[in-house]
């Protein structure tokens, strides 16, 4: 009886010695997990304490956000936050923190890209579009701030935009004349090419349009069009531009026009009759056309519509004015219709690459930021987001931050 009991006893303490193992393991392996989980919601928020650390100019003036900081400084910062929410934890060894921003540097124009469709996106579900792109429905007016040229070296070479691919403007612009029916594209709504556009024209200056005073160029979507040091410069390329796309689409109605057709061959064959009569047409039609383009530009600056393809209505210039080159300044046709200039601004930029512009779009916020806020300001010192990756008691943790 005795033996049975001792038995029993015996054998009732191994299962509870095995009953208490497991216990004992699942509150170890519990406490384990415990840990774990907070360890990583810590990492994780330290990784978006860092990323709050954004550059709050830059995002009050253009909507974007960048974040500033070496590998080292940003891990320091990531560090003091891990430790100072550790605090009070046992048994919890950081054994590793890195930080990068290279994998989200705004030397990636895509990245730029993507906040500003996000940005714009935003507006239009806020119904802020119009406001803020309320470019042409506000009027035009020139600009009566002085012409400024960027003369300072070290950040004329340190701008984003120099190692990218350009195209002339005003081959741009003949082929837009030769694709007349593709400019009403610039205008389709919710397309990418239209957000970013109409964010250029809604958050930077023009020669009709002065958004920001404080801004260095009097002319920043002709910078982004032209992309010369002036405005002045600049200025005179989008002009050449706007002639170069005026004059064949006005050389195309003079000879479209019966009227206009008959006044040229008239007046050829009265000036070289003859064989030589058409040859003295096609002059006078170029000259009539190019007298017509230079009047149009002038329209466009004084706050005027000029429709891309005209009729008699909408146009200003007589043959014999032309010939002769005496208009007596801008001449206004009976009709004034189509396009304003920052319309026809639109309609460049449509045409132009969306590299270039964000790439520019970068280089104005630079020139801008140097002269208000930052001196030694840099785009290439910034990033849209960070990697973090931390080891704590033996286990990664690793995360890719984004604005």
């Known amino acids: 009886m005795r ?78 936050y891990i430790e100072h929410s550790l605090v009070g934890m046992k048994d919890v060894e ?50 009566e701030r002085e012409a400024r040229t960027l003369r300072h070296g070290p950040t004329a070479a340190s701008l984003p935009s120099s190692a990218v691919p350009d195209k002339s403007l005003t081959s741009i612009a003949k082929s837009i004349a030769k694709n007349v029916t593709e400019a009403d594209r610039a205008f389709e709504k919710g397309t990418e090419k239209y957000m970013l556009n109409r964010y250029i024209l809604g958050m930077f200056n023009s020669r009709s349009m002065q958004v920001n005073d404080e801004h260095f160029f009097r002319s920043e979507v002709e910078y982004i069009l032209g992309g010369e040091m002036s405005d002045m410069k600049n200025e005179k390329r989008v002009e050449m531009a706007l002639k170069a796309m005026r004059f064949p689409l006005n050389l195309a109605h003079i000879y479209a026009d019966p009227v206009k057709r008959s006044q040229t061959l008239a007046l050829a064959e009265l000036m070289t009759p003859g064989a030589a009569a058409p040859a003295t047409q096609a002059a006078l039609a170029s000259t009539w056309a190019y007298a017509e383009a230079d009047n149009d530009v002038e329209l466009l600056w004084q706050g005027y519509e000029v ?32 396009y304003d200039y920052g319309e026809y601004l639109q309609i460049l930029l449509f045409f132009r690459d969306d590299n270039i512009k964000v790439s520019r779009i970068m280089d104005l916020i630079q020139i801008n930021m140097r002269m208000t806020h930052d001196g030694d300001f840099l785009m290439n010192e910034y990033a849209t987001g960070i990697r973090v990756d931390v080891r704590v008691n033996g286990v990664s943790y690793g995360y890719e931050k984004r604005y």
């Open 3 to 80: 033996s049975r009991r001792g038995s029993s006893a015996v054998f009732l303490m191994v299962i509870m010695a095995a009953v208490i193992s497991i216990v004992l393991a699942l509150i170890y392996g519990a406490r384990a997990e415990c840990v774990k989980s907070r360890v990583d919601g810590v990492v994780s928020l330290a990784g978006d304490s860092v990323l709050s650390e954004f550059n709050s100019q830059v995002q009050e003036e253009y909507g974007l956000f960048i974040i500033r900081g070496s590998d080292r400084e940003l891990g320091r910062k990531l560090t003091g």
């Open 94 to 143: 950081v054994e590793s923190v890195k930080v990068s921003g290279s994998m989200f540097s705004t030397a990636d124009i895509d990245l730029i890209k993507e906040q500003i469709m996000e940005y714009m996106k935003l507006a239009e579900a806020e119904d802020r579009l119009a406001i803020l792109t309320g470019y042409a429905e506000e009027g035009t007016g020139g600009s």
């Open 307 to 338: 429709p891309l393809k005209k009729d008699a209505s909408s146009w200003a210039i007589d043959l014999d004015s032309a010939v002769e080159g005496i208009f007596g300044g801008t001449v206004v046709p009976q009709t004034t219709k189509g």
